[in-house]
């Protein structure tokens, strides 16, 4: 391969690299989401101005104030598109005194709609975070736009009575319709349900939002018409049937989201005791499109999520609403609990970046609401410890050079991504240099990264690699210094290869003035495919030779945190989305002897965890993995394992605590007391738990249902 290095300087957009990078892969105009961060100013004139053109169709930039901010909204707001929640949580905003930074929301925005938001960003009014991808335009639509107060449905009838436990899952494959999500044959406990994914418009006047959204009502009356063929349920609602080339995961035996659920809050109505539970645990159900997470890069992640949190507590609000007319008493909003079975490598481990603020920022905001709900959010530790995705690096002396190989596999039809993280400081200067070396035809001179700039490895006019080079802000003045590289894709999506050749890649390091000893983290994306999808992104890794990934004599993944030589290691391998100060992070063990699942990601993470808290059950044995749950229709069972078995298992425990009074803390004191006072499995004692990866213990609750115990004791 024979190409050449340009450095350019960084452009002037708040965007992370990632979502830099894409843009320039795709140049589809189609509005796409965009996460902000806009101020209390901005916030203002936004409210006003888009208000003003959805309901009355008349814009009134030009007769209000003529401050820059309030043109520059006035030209903003024909070009995007808010949901109903976001616009009331900004106009909530806008009324009320500011935080210092603003609020963050999620809008759709068209190309030229991108550019009017960077005229606010240069004012200040505006931080782009993310852009992810573009959406069909016929999703968005011209709507009316309430205030929180003014919302249709607050007065609509409901069932509950005030002392039910919201649990609510943000998840992949969402099968509704289910058995286990009811509370008799025709009625579902199933309060909202929202499929971002497919076209169409429901959810009663002035909430018309993008995909699917389904009340209880809607899905009663669906459940009514179609009796028990929920396959023709799903396709008269229009999440079965797409266009063939469409992603379809209720198609399959076993989806995702259906299992989580179950293992949260699935319920037998048959039974009385069961039903008597499930009454008191209304759903709230999100389903993310399959795009968003299937790009690994997490870019479209933070708009998506942001969008499908800010559903939740738009829904938990109107519940609250709907039971205070009911019982003609004060408004009183219900507990609530979060399953977010989703993870990823890369990222800084400090509770920081966008994703993890977007989560604190989330659970804050429900539990400073009048009466001061609670509210918890379940993520898992991660599946990441045998991925070989995470090294760490001393600095060595000035101008000393190391070397880490980083193999990108043929036929990877998605970008690859690297990330460099320094500790955190005060330094304003590069501190460290950055060259990357293709497979073939290696140059004798490498070219050097220079802060603030980016460096191109171009071919024919094409760019197949780059690396950005910049510093990121931290509180308290701080800085991190932050090296992005990012390489096309080894193959296109036809299956011929691309100019971009698979091989090791050879990652060089620097020092300029790091102080020696400093931990430089190097951290790979997480880039593999979906279930029930083409194969698209394939997992790179770094491939040094002093990494041993097997036991010798037994052949089995190696498990030991303790003697671990060289740059790559299992430490660290924690799920970013795990980072932030408020959620409850869960690791995963076998049940048989009480041992960390073989992937469950290992602490320490730079952020606010230096471990999952606590953990579940993520697989019954080493001959059986995983745990049984349910299937995507009812009366079918299948078996998952993985972070996103053990995370709601805690979720459903938490939710009962929290309908009796008790939090986390409580959960949490007692498993470690029956750790201390020592755990014995169905085959005998267990090992005392290794923290970094199990948290204070092992939990474990015999409340299964029959067709799922499989262990024998």
């Not at 979502?19 to 996460?35: C, F, G, I, Q, V």
């Not at 961060?37 to 006003?48: F, K, R, T, W, Y």
């Not at 011209?142 to 943000?170: C, F, M, N, Q, W």
């Not at 809607?218 to 797409?242: F, N, P, Q």
Request: aromatic share 8%; net charge positive.
């Amino acid at each position: 391969m024979t190409g050449n290095w340009t450095s350019t300087p960084l452009p002037n957009e708040s965007l992370s690299p990632e979502a830099h990078w894409l843009r320039y892969e795709m140049k589809d105009t189609s509005p796409r989401p965009a996460l902000i961060e806009i101020s209390h100013l901005g916030a203002q004139a936004l409210v006003i101005e888009y208000a003003a053109y959805h309901n009355t169709a008349k814009q009134t930039g030009q007769q209000g104030k003529r401050d820059p901010v309030r043109i520059a909204v006035h030209k903003l707001v024909p070009h995007i598109h808010l949901f109903q929640q976001t616009f009331a949580r900004l106009w909530q905003f806008s009324k009320n005194s500011p935080p210092p930074k603003g609020i963050r929301i999620a809008l759709f925005a068209t190309s030229v709609g991108l550019r009017h938001l960077s005229e606010l960003l240069a004012l200040g009014a505006v931080e782009i975070l993310d852009s992810g991808m573009p959406v069909a335009p016929r999703l968005l639509k011209k709507e009316r736009v309430y205030p929180p107060h003014l919302h249709p449905d607050t007065k609509a009838p409901t069932h509950l009575i005030g002392d039910e436990v919201i649990v609510s899952i943000v998840d992949d494959g969402i099968g509704f319709a289910h058995e286990r999500f009811r509370i008799d044959q025709h009625h579902s406990r199933i309060e909202c349900y929202w499929d971002m994914r497919v076209p169409g418009f429901a959810a009663g006047p002035g909430e018309k939002l993008g995909g699917i959204a389904l009340t209880k009502t809607d899905i009663d009356a669906l459940l009514k018409s179609h009796g028990t063929d929920e396959h023709a349920l799903y396709r008269a609602c229009g999440v079965l049937g797409l266009r063939p080339d469409q992603r379809q995961p209720l198609a399959m035996k076993r989806s995702h989201g259906t299992h989580v659920l179950d293992i949260a809050s699935g319920y037998d109505y048959r039974q009385p005791e069961q039903r008597a539970a499930a009454e008191k645990r209304p759903i709230i159900a999100v389903q993310l499109p399959s795009e968003s997470i299937a790009e690994r890069s997490d870019v479209y992640t933070a708009a998506w999520l942001t969008l499908a949190l800010e559903k939740i507590q738009w829904q938990a609000i109107v519940l609250a609403h709907q039971i205070a007319t009911k019982t003609r008493t004060e408004i009183r909003y219900l507990p609530l609990t979060i399953n977010l079975s989703l993870g990823t490598f890369a990222g800084p481990h400090d509770g920081l970046a966008v994703v993890e603020t977007v989560i604190d920022e989330f659970v804050t905001a429900y539990r400073m609401m009048p009466g001061s709900p609670p509210c918890e959010l379940i993520v898992p530790a991660g599946n990441g410890f045998q991925s070989r995705a995470f090294a760490q690096m001393e600095a060595g002396a000035t101008d000393m050079l190391q070397t880490l190989n980083w193999r990108i596999k043929p036929d990877d039809r998605t970008s690859s991504y690297l990330q460099i993280w320094l500790p955190q400081n005060s330094s304003t200067s590069q501190q460290i240099e950055i060259a990357l070396v293709p497979p073939v035809q290696r140059p004798k001179m490498p070219i050097f990264s220079v802060l603030n700039k980016m460096l191109d490895l171009k071919q024919g006019g094409q760019t197949l690699a780059r690396i950005y080079h910049q510093l990121v802000p931290r509180e308290n003045g701080q800085n991190r210094e932050r090296i992005v590289i990012a390489v096309q894709a080894t193959a296109l999506d036809g299956g011929e290869s691309s100019r971009c050749p698979s091989g090791i890649w050879q990652v060089l390091v620097r020092n300029k003035t790091l102080p020696a000893m400093q931990k430089i983290d190097f951290r790979i994306r997480r880039d593999d495919s979906l279930a029930g999808q083409k194969m698209t992104g394939r997992q790179s890794y770094f491939d040094q030779p002093d990494y041993v990934v097997f036991e010798e004599g037994n052949g089995r993944y190696r498990d030991d945190l303790d003697h671990e030589t060289g740059y790559v290691t299992r430490r660290g391998t924690f799920n970013t989305y795990a980072t932030g100060a408020t959620p409850i992070t869960v690791g995963g063990y076998r049940l048989s002897d009480g041992i960390p699942s073989s992937y469950t990601g290992a602490g320490p993470a730079s952020g606010q965890q230096a471990g999952p808290a606590i953990s579940a059950v993520s697989d019954e044995s080493p001959y059986f993995q995983g745990v049984i749950a349910a299937g995507t229709y009812s009366g079918s069972v299948a078996t998952q394992n993985g972070g996103s078995v053990a995370a709601p298992s805690i979720t459903r425990i938490v939710a009962d605590l929290l309908a009796v009074g008790f939090s986390r803390h409580d959960l949490i004191g007692s498993v470690r007391k029956v750790e201390q006072a020592g755990r014995t499995g169905p085959h005998g004692n267990y090992q005392p738990p290794i923290q970094a990866r199990l948290g204070v213990g092992r939990f474990f609750s015999n409340k299964v249902p029959l067709y799922r115990q499989r262990i024998i004791p």
